[in-house]
């Protein structure tokens, strides 16, 4: 169960990124399979298609978005500057509290991966 909710989880974000770029047929049915849960059989009554062209439908998007994902990498990307972000603020925090001497240097190390990202 696990696998199955990380990989759900992982064609919400590609979907959040690229769903714009699927078609409309293919961006609804991934709708209601991802955002609204719905069962294959669920998705196809709504759509007036048999769940053989939902699984299809659904197939076709997530070969789509991971084609996107490995051309474009806006995810890999995000992923990345949120990561930077996250460290350079802990890190700042640590300084302004007094914590830790050398989290300033660790925060503009952080910046600087920022900046590699953006460039």
């Known amino acids: 169960l696990g696998d199955v909710y990380k990989r759900q989880v992982e064609y919400g974000w590609l979907l959040d990124f690229y769903g714009a770029l699927l078609t409309e047929h293919r961006l ?15 998705i196809a009554d709504a ?19 991971e084609a996107y994902e490995a051309k474009l990498g806006l995810l890999s990307r995000y992923r990345r500057l949120t990561e930077a972000v996250g460290e350079c603020r802990t890190e700042l925090d640590k300084a302004i509290s007094g914590e830790d001497a050398q989290a300033l240097v660790r925060a503009r190390e952080a910046l600087r991966r920022i900046e590699d990202i953006e460039r």
């Not at 609804?28 to 669920?42: A, F, G, K």
């Not at 759509?47 to 299809?56: A, C, E, L, P």
């Open 47 to 65: 759509m007036g298609i048999t769940r053989q062209g939902v699984h299809d439908a659904i197939n076709h998007a997530q070969k789509q978005l």
């Open 28 to 42: 609804r049915v991934m709708r209601m399979y991802l955002e609204e849960d719905l069962s294959l059989q669920e």
